[in-house]
């Protein structure tokens, strides 16, 4: 009789530890969940501001080249000081407005950039709506050295499309600091806002209007 009572009495706590563990684990897990939903909701936050931020920038621009300048240093302070190139469209080419990084200093410049893409892989890639990889642009008719490549971290942030082409945000840096993923989201969340200044600048809806006062950096297809 009393065996059988300590019998109950040990699958009765059994039961109570096994249910105890699987509280434990729902907790765990439930933890790990408001944790990551928190980093998720401070990470979209972050981006919100830092987009609310880019477009006041803008505003205050009144010429395209000062719009540029503007837009390449809140992308910079962003994303950790990339080097950063803006491609835009022309009816015959396209122009670059390039401002180096202070931080992390590399040797391309717009001869490589002339090199590397003709007006097409401009166009090809700005149409992809989406952000570019090295691997990417490379299908899409970046000629650049593989060797080069490897020494760094290089993506394109396309100027939306919203049925017709503008151009790109070319970022790179050194590939031992990597562009991270949600530097490049947050640059492109950005990026249907620099579209619309950049077509107010120019005065026209039109991406290939041959008015731009970046002429002495445009470079014709071959």
């Known amino acids: 009789m009393e065996a059988r ?19 434990h684990q729902q907790i765990g897990i439930l933890c790990k969940d408001m944790v990551g939903a928190h980093g998720q909701f401070a990470q979209k936050l972050s981006r919100l501001t830092f987009v ?3 477009y006041e920038t803008l505003l205050g621009c009144g010429d395209l080249q000062t719009l540029l300048d503007s837009a390449a240093m809140a992308i910079q302070a962003r994303a950790g000081d990339p080097n950063t190139a803006i491609f835009i469209l022309e009816k015959q080419g396209f122009d670059i ?14 001869e490589h950039f002339q090199q590397w893409f003709t007006s097409q892989a401009v166009k090809n890639i700005a149409m992809t709506g989406q952000v570019c990889s090295a691997e990417r642009m490379l299908t899409l008719g970046m000629q650049a050295s593989p060797a080069l490549l490897k020494q760094i971290s290089v993506a394109a942030v396309p100027l939306g499309i919203l049925g017709r082409a503008v151009g790109f945000i070319l970022l790179w840096r050194s590939a031992q600091r990597p562009l991270l993923r949600e530097e490049l989201e947050s640059i492109a969340a950005a990026a249907s806002g620099l579209r619309a200044a950049i077509l107010a600048c120019r005065g026209a809806a039109d991406p290939n209007s041959p008015a731009s006062p970046l002429t002495a950096n445009k470079l014709t297809a071959p």
């Not at 009572?5 to 509280?23: E, H, M, P, T, V």
């Not at 401002?99 to 992390?104: I, L, N, P, R």
């Open 52 to 54: 609310a931020g880019f």
């Open 97 to 110: 407005h390039l401002v180096a990084s202070q931080k992390d200093k590399t040797n391309l410049s717009r």
């Open 5 to 23: 009572r300590n019998q109950r009495a040990l699958s009765a706590i059994r039961a109570l530890r096994q249910k105890q563990a699987r509280q």
